[in-house]
């Protein structure tokens, strides 16, 4: 399975962005989104399985950040809203069979990422 993460750009603080991860075929994998910031570790962010159960792992207000799925158009998504300089991140969708994760070991297939800044 190939994965493309997409949406990114320069976001004012406060202001919001849908980043759509499409997926090369209808699958049953969890999908996870991830985030690197310049000179840190890749973190996992956020993840949504089959059964559209979403979990949040960034410790953030909540409902700041939201995984959808949409399995019609192969896409997730990840919408994050009252963005933060520190959100400032290359963002990266995986894959990985049955349950969400946390941790990037556990997923399998990786998308290229795509970079949200969050400048004035």
């Known amino acids: 399975v190939q994965l493309q993460a997409s949406g990114g750009g320069l976001v004012q603080p406060g202001g919001s962005v849908r980043l759509s991860c499409t997926i090369s075929r209808s699958t049953s994998y969890a999908i996870g989104w991830f985030r690197q910031a310049p000179g840190k570790e890749r973190e996992g962010v956020s993840c949504?399985?089959?059964?559209?159960?979403?979990?949040t792992y960034i410790h953030t207000e909540k409902g700041r950040f939201t995984v959808s799925r949409d399995k019609t158009k192969n896409t997730v998504y990840l919408e994050m809203t009252s963005l933060k300089p520190e959100d400032t991140a290359t963002y990266y969708c995986?894959?990985?069979?049955?349950?969400?994760?946390?941790?990037?070991?556990?997923?399998?297939?990786w998308g290229q990422g795509t970079l949200v800044t969050v400048s004035s």
């Open positions: 949504i399985d089959d059964g559209h159960n979403s979990f």
């Open positions: 995986a894959a990985r069979a049955f349950r969400c994760s946390a941790s990037r070991s556990a997923f399998n297939y």
